[in-house]
């Protein structure tokens, strides 16, 4: 158990579907993240957020939007997306300053 | 057995057996590098970390070796055991707060 949880664990969906992603930790960290994984591929960074501000879009197409409302929860709501953007996507927290980061077990999406 | 990390991305020991898992990484100024450990539907998992001013780490069965000059880390599992099959990756801090990069990782395979 890392403190940091993510819900749902499994999600498939339409490409004309709206869902969002829900991550919440519960280690007092100021920082929060975005992740995608695919096979094979290294994680690609997503978003950034210190203290609810975004600091990082890593060119994110816009059918991802974050939503970070308090430094406990972040949220990654999807909309339109397409058969590439299945993957696992992870949610990781970090102490504001500090590198390491602490990973969530992960939404694994699946776009029809 | 010895792993190149990205470009032999398996590797496969006996159970007892030592494992090394080698990384290459590209940026001279990144000044801090992490373990992570990946079991199948679980998140990344923090295993050990090492900031530059340091060549060598050692946790609990687990030793992270660091080499500046040719920009090459590996860690080492002493005494394998199946609990250890996993994927394994390598990360770097690349100066940034919160600009961590991460390699696509080697799997671990531990026979009995």
């Known amino acids: 158990e890392t403190g940091v949880t993510q819900t749902p664990r499994h999600l498939v969906m339409g490409m004309t579907n709206k869902k969002s992603l829900k991550c919440e930790q519960h280690l007092g960290h100021n920082a929060m993240y975005w992740y995608k994984q695919s096979a094979k591929k290294p994680l690609e960074l997503m978003f950034v957020?210190?203290?609810?501000?975004?600091?990082e879009n890593n060119s994110v197409p816009s059918r991802f939007s974050p939503e970070c409302p308090n430094s406990s929860h972040l949220f990654l709501h999807l909309h339109t997306l397409q058969p590439e953007d299945s993957a696992l996507y992870l949610c990781?927290?970090?102490?504001?300053?500090?590198?390491?980061?602490?990973f969530g077990p992960g939404t694994r999406l699946t776009v029809l | 057995g010895e792993s190149v990390g990205l470009h032999l991305p398996t590797l496969s020991v006996q159970e007892g057996d030592n494992s090394i898992i080698n990384c290459a990484y590209s940026n001279s100024a990144s000044d801090y590098f992490i373990w992570y450990k990946q079991e199948s539907g679980k998140g990344p998992q923090f295993i050990i970390d090492?900031?530059?001013?340091?060549d060598k780490r050692q946790g609990q069965r687990v030793t992270v070796l660091l080499n500046k000059t040719v920009k090459h880390l590996s860690l080492q599992i002493a005494a394998t055991q199946p609990g250890d099959s996993a994927v394994y990756f390598c990360?770097?801090?690349?100066?940034?707060?919160?600009?961590?990069?991460f390699g696509a990782g080697t799997r671990l395979t531990v026979k009995p």
């Open positions: 990781a927290s970090s102490p504001t300053g500090e590198d390491t980061q602490y």
């Open positions: 990360a770097e801090n690349r100066g940034n707060n919160n600009d961590m990069r």
């Open positions: 090492i900031r530059s001013n340091m």
């Open positions: 957020y210190n203290f609810k501000e975004q600091t």
